[in-house]
Each structure stands twice: as C-alpha cells, then as structure tokens.
C-alpha cells in the first residue's frame, strides 16, 4: 500500500519561501509520476506543479511557473515542492499525488492519481 506524507507548510509573507516535502512510502518513487495539486476554502483542486518519471521532465502551472521547483530524490523516495516569491493567491491546502499509468497529456488531471496525501496548509499574508 502506497502512502504518502507531506511536510513543510506554514505560514509566510508575501514574497517568503516554503519548502514542502513528500516522503513515498510502501513502494519505490521510480514506478510513479508525482504531482502537486491545491485546494483553497469553496474552491476546486488545482493543479500546481508534475514530474514525469518517465522522461523526468518538470511541469508547472502558468501561475506558479519560475516561482516553483518540483524535484525528487529516489534515494530518499521523497518529492519536494520549492516555493518561492510566494502571494497571498497561492495560499490553499497543498496536496501530493502519485500515479503509475499517467501520460504526458493527463498529467495536470488530478482524477488519474491514485495515491494522495493528507494535505499540508501553506497560508501566505499580505
């Protein structure tokens, strides 16, 4: 059984950086694509950011792009989700995914991953 656990949220000003971190656990990192997605109050979940294991390709979100890095460390079986120059507009619930049968068209898709974590809450104040 797949889990996962995100870290690192919290709050910050505008302009601040966060670190969040998922740690994979009951299966290798190498066998999924992971994404970050985020949820804020009456919102719907949105997609923030994807690295492919297949090509290990990063891909953003038009709104986060050049402000956050997606990476990975197979050694640690860990993703991580920089943050930086953080607004007020990027805070919401943060949320890693993991899917195994996920292509490039479908990546932002949150319904084609199926593993997801608890969620960890980033709130950034103007």
């Known amino acids: 059984q797949v889990q996962l656990e995100e870290s690192g949220g919290g709050l910050v000003q505008t302009g601040g950086s966060l670190r969040l971190t998922c740690k994979v656990s009951g299966d290798t990192l190498r066998a999924y694509t992971m994404g970050w997605f985020r949820q804020a109050p009456g919102k719907e979940r949105q997609f923030v950011a994807v690295h492919n294991r297949n090509n290990n390709t990063p891909y953003y979100a038009d709104s986060v792009k050049g402000r956050f890095t997606i990476s990975r460390d197979s050694a640690r079986n860990t993703v991580y989700l920089q943050m930086d120059s953080l607004r007020p507009e990027d805070t919401a619930v943060y949320y890693c995914?993991?899917?195994?049968?996920?292509?490039?068209?479908?990546?932002?898709?949150?319904?084609?991953?199926?593993?997801w974590g608890q969620g960890t809450q980033v709130t950034v104040s103007s």
């Open positions: 995914a993991a899917g195994a049968r996920i292509i490039w068209s479908t990546m932002t898709d949150s319904g084609r991953y199926g593993y």
